[in-house]
């Protein structure tokens, strides 16, 4: 398969996967020796989650099903492009996916201090990357969604005030989560990214939101 960004983008959509950004590898980057490219593949909006769902790690009833999938998937479109994979968990440290997404040019930091994504806007997630060899022809870097966003709604999105521009209160999060007026959130996901109008246009499937939600509070 000819590494180029449209073929690489053509065969991630058959798994729900779209590149969300790419970089060229520079000394020290913590990428396997010989890296030219990474590309960061998350999910390409509501596509995603049926695959998954339909998945053999999904109906096995092991843990981490996301994670297995993401291993799998993203393991074997990295083989056949003669490259490896990475992961934004399983590696100890962490490899630095939230620095690589900024260094993309295709995502920032929103005002309510979360990563947006020039497509997917609050709904940013990477499930996992592309170490390549070569040189890869990536999207230039774009401006953020943000710098046009005149309402800027994610600021007040969010009911207990748990996400502002000053700080993230994660306590109050998790308090208001626990009561009944948090059930939305848990159930469509967290208000301040369904308030950003980039991650209403990507689309997000329901139950994801709430599979994601449920692992974050518990």
């Known amino acids: 398969m000819t590494a180029t960004w449209a073929g690489i983008a053509a065969r991630a959509a058959a798994d729900g996967l779209i590149p969300m950004g790419g970089f ?77 997404a900024l260094r993309s040019g295709q995502a920032f930091i929103s005002p309510a201090h979360l990563l947006v994504h020039a497509e997917a806007g609050l709904w940013v997630s990477y499930r996992g990357a592309l170490a390549l060899p070569g040189a890869i022809d990536s999207p230039k870097a ?20 748990a996400l502002s521009a000053a700080a993230y209160d994660l306590p109050a999060c998790h308090a208001f989560l626990d009561n009944g007026a948090g059930s939305v959130c848990m159930e469509a996901g967290c208000a301040v990214r369904r308030a950003c109008p980039v991650s209403g246009a990507h689309g997000r499937d329901r139950a994801q939101s709430a599979h994601h939600m449920r692992a974050f509070h518990q």
């Not at 297995?68 to 934004?88: D, H, K, M, N, Q």
């Not at 401006?143 to 600021?155: E, G, I, N, Q, V």
């Open 24 to 100: 060229a590898a520079q000394p020290g980057d913590p990428v396997p020796a010989g890296t030219g490219t990474v590309i960061l593949l998350g999910p390409d909006g509501a596509r995603f989650w049926p695959r998954l769902t339909a998945a053999a790690e999904w109906a096995d009833g092991a843990p981490d099903p996301v994670d297995r999938w993401s291993t799998r998937v993203v393991g074997a479109l990295a083989a056949e492009l003669g490259g490896t994979a990475i992961f934004p968990f399983g590696a100890d440290p962490a490899l630095p996916f939230v620095s690589w």
């Open 142 to 161: 774009t401006a953020s969604p943000c710098d046009t966003c005149r309402d800027r709604p994610c600021l007040a999105a969010c009911p207990p005030r």
